[in-house]
């Protein structure tokens, strides 16, 4: 985890050749543009919605890529897209989550069996911040120890008006440490703000 740890530094620190932010002209494109505001509307609370996404994926809600599409009773929400690539190739897996009225780190339980007892906790969903990231008027920070659907991916949260959001990707082939990391980056400055409509 150490030798992940600095290279995540590392990572951070030399590639600031950053992708172009979306710009306030940037919108959600017209394929994907329902499903999130779907979602807007259904947890009425605003939700980010990407331009880009890494290779194969698309960020169409119900679409062939969906993975996951969870609403809490707490309207937090999980939206999740995935590949599985051919003949063991690798997956690309991306998360969106969203915590409206939220700004604390979530829990999630643990179980670790010692002796003949099992011992039963929690911790925080994401741990060990490794940096930040400024797009626009976000400020993200870089999460590399994740748990639950996030486990194994790289991870960035960000506060907006009250709530938590995060964009994490999973760190497998067919796409390296530093290419998943360049990849969050590109998405971070493709994301679009929907609103609930009033």
């Given at each position: 985890?150490?030798?992940?740890?600095?290279?995540?530094?590392?990572?951070?620190?030399a590639d600031t050749a950053a992708a172009p932010a979306a710009g306030k002209g940037a919108v959600?494109?017209?394929?994907?543009?329902?499903?999130?505001?779907?979602?807007?509307?259904?947890?009425?609370?605003?939700?980010?919605c990407?331009?880009?996404?890494?290779?194969?994926?698309?960020?169409?809600i119900g679409g062939q890529w969906t993975?996951?599409?969870?609403?809490?009773?707490?309207r937090s929400?999980?939206?999740s897209f995935l590949a599985h690539g051919d003949l063991g190739s690798?997956?690309?897996?991306?998360?969106?989550?969203?915590?409206?009225?939220?700004?604390?780190?979530p829990k999630c339980?643990?179980?670790?069996?010692?002796?003949?007892?099992?011992?039963?906790g929690t911790v925080n969903c994401f741990a060990d911040p490794r940096g930040t990231l400024k797009v626009g008027s976000i400020l993200a920070t870089v999460y590399t120890v994740n748990q639950d659907a996030d486990q194994w991916h790289v991870l960035y949260a960000w506060h907006h008006a009250g709530s938590l959001y995060t964009v994490s990707e999973h760190?497998?082939?067919?796409?390296?440490?530093?290419?998943?990391?360049?990849?969050?980056?590109?998405?971070?400055?493709?994301?679009v703000l929907i609103e609930p409509a009033q």
């Amino acid at each position: 985890m150490a030798i992940a740890a600095a290279a995540a530094v590392l990572v951070l620190a030399a590639d600031t050749a950053a992708a172009p932010a979306a710009g306030k002209g940037a919108v959600c494109p017209a394929v994907w543009k329902a499903g999130w505001v779907k979602l807007a509307q259904k947890i009425d609370a605003p939700v980010y919605c990407p331009t880009w996404m890494p290779n194969p994926l698309d960020a169409k809600i119900g679409g062939q890529w969906t993975d996951i599409y969870s609403i809490g009773k707490d309207r937090s929400y999980l939206v999740s897209f995935l590949a599985h690539g051919d003949l063991g190739s690798g997956d690309v897996h991306v998360n969106f989550r969203g915590y409206p009225g939220r700004t604390a780190i979530p829990k999630c339980a643990t179980v670790a069996i010692e002796g003949n007892r099992v011992v039963r906790g929690t911790v925080n969903c994401f741990a060990d911040p490794r940096g930040t990231l400024k797009v626009g008027s976000i400020l993200a920070t870089v999460y590399t120890v994740n748990q639950d659907a996030d486990q194994w991916h790289v991870l960035y949260a960000w506060h907006h008006a009250g709530s938590l959001y995060t964009v994490s990707e999973h760190v497998i082939p067919p796409y390296t440490y530093a290419q998943v990391t360049r990849n969050l980056k590109k998405l971070m400055h493709s994301l679009v703000l929907i609103e609930p409509a009033q």
